[in-house]
C-alpha cells in the first residue's frame, strides 16, 4: 500500500465541534497539499507543505482551519468550531517535489449537521 | 483551468470507441498540465501529465495534446472501456497549486 493514506474516510460531527483530519503522504514525498472538494465542485486549494519551508496557507478559508505536518511526513488538518458550510471532502496530495504530479488519498468526507 | 467553448461536462461514448475529452486553461504562463480520472468515492487518480515544452505525449491507451496558443488541453481516450467511466478533470499546475478545471463525465456504453 504505497498511496496517500488519509483518515478518517468518513466523519459527521455537529455543528460547533472541532474535527481533526489526517494524511500519510507517500514514503520519500516532500511535497503535502490538502484541497477541498464541496459537492458538484472542483477541488479548492487549502495548503502547501515543502520540506522545512514555511508552508502556504493561502487556501485556508477562515482562522478556524490549521494545518501541521509533524516530521516531514504525517499532517492533520483541523477545523474548529465547524459550520455546515464546511461540510465537503477534504483531499490530500503528495509528490516528490513540487513539480512532479501530485497523487492524492481518497479523502475524508465530512459532514456538519 | 476553465472550461471555454470546447468544453462538455457530459460524454457518452460507446464501448470500443476512442473518447476525446477537452479542456481549456487560463494562465498563459502555466507550464505543467495534468489529467486526473476521479471515480464515484475515490480521490483524483493521475493518468497523464504533460509540460509546456511538448505539444504531445503517449501512455497507455492515453495521449494528451497540448495546443499554447490557443490554451487548449485535450485527453484521448483509445478503445474506451466501461472501466473508464468517471469524471475526467485537467488540472494547471500554478507553481505548485493546482487550478483544476469543471470536469468531464464519461460514462461508456455497451
Known amino acids: 500500500g504505497a498511496g496517500v493514506s488519509q483518515s478518517p474516510s468518513n466523519k459527521v460531527t455537529e455543528k460547533g465541534k472541532d474535527v481533526e483530519l489526517r494524511c500519510d503522504p507517500i514514503?520519500?514525498?516532500?511535497?503535502l497539499y490538502w484541497y477541498r472538494q464541496s459537492l458538484g465542485q472542483g477541488l479548492e486549494f487549502l495548503i502547501y507543505?515543502?520540506?522545512?519551508?514555511?508552508?502556504?496557507k493561502s487556501g485556508l478559508p477562515s482562522d478556524r482551519f490549521s494545518a501541521e505536518r509533524t516530521g516531514g511526513s504525517v499532517s492533520t488538518l483541523t477545523i474548529q468550531r465547524t459550520q455546515q458550510e464546511d461540510s465537503a471532502v477534504y483531499l490530500c496530495?503528495?509528490?516528490?517535489?513540487?513539480?512532479?504530479?501530485?497523487?492524492f488519498g481518497d479523502g475524508t468526507r465530512l459532514s456538519i449537521l | 483551468g476553465e472550461s471555454v467553448g470546447l468544453h462538455l461536462p457530459t460524454l457518452s461514448v460507446q464501448e470500443g470507441d476512442n473518447s476525446i475529452i477537452n479542456c481549456a486553461y487560463s494562465?498563459?504562463?502555466?507550464?505543467?498540465f495534468i489529467w486526473y480520472k476521479q471515480e464515484s468515492g475515490k480521490g483524483p487518480q493521475f493518468i497523464i501529465d504533460?509540460?509546456?515544452?511538448?505539444d504531445k505525449r503517449q501512455g497507455q491507451r492515453v495521449t494528451v495534446l497540448l495546443n499554447k496558443t490557443v490554451k487548449h488541453l485535450s485527453l484521448q481516450i483509445a478503445a474506451t472501456q466501461p472501466g473508464d467511466s468517471a469524471v475526467y478533470f485537467c488540472?494547471?499546475?500554478?507553481?505548485?497549486?493546482?487550478?483544476f478545471g469543471a470536469g468531464t463525465t464519461v460514462t461508456v456504453r455497451a
Open positions: 496530495a503528495s509528490s516528490k517535489y513540487s513539480n512532479q504530479p501530485q497523487h
Open positions: 514514503s520519500g514525498h516532500t511535497a
Open positions: 507543505f515543502q520540506g522545512n519551508s514555511a508552508p502556504d
Open positions: 494562465n498563459s504562463a502555466s507550464d505543467y
Open positions: 504533460i509540460r509546456s515544452n511538448m
Open positions: 488540472a494547471e499546475n500554478d507553481d505548485y497549486k493546482l487550478s
